[in-house]
């Protein structure tokens, strides 16, 4: 009970608090104009409150315990946890399929570069075969490369 004491000093502090600044707080157009008074009656009286402090610091952990409650919990986290394992196998799965979408180009990149080699291998040989068919033949000495 020392605890809920020194709270409800607390929040009494806290009350008076509130009231110094309505008092010296501007007035809003819609309160001078009328409108206000009917929020300015229903305001909290000490009484009340103290009440309602009282009852939110009331809290029976006895609730929690009963079976029904304590079954709907136990649903509730493992829908939770259920949810939660499904968004990090989502994001696991995002990271695998980038991995693959690099590797799929690396393969395309691959097979582009020895498509090309193949051709140009291709061409040599056409061009081989049609010096030979001229009647050049193969020079012992080797290529003359000009160095740009």
Sequence with gaps: MKGNNA??????RLSRRVKVFRLFRPKMAAEEAGAGAA???QRFRKSEFKELL???LQFDIGVLLRLRTFVYLLAGTGL???QTYNTLAIINLA?????L???IKMTTSVITSQE???HELHSIHNIAQNAVSLGLTISSAPPVEIDP
């Design 54 to 56: 009282s009852n939110a």
């Design 101 to 103: 979408r690099e590797q």
């Design 95 to 99: 990271l695998q399929n980038e991995k």
């Design 80 to 82: 939770f946890l259920f």
């Design 39 to 41: 929020a300015a009656g």
């Design 116 to 118: 090309l080699k193949v």
């Design 7 to 12: 709270v409800s000093g607390k929040f009494d």
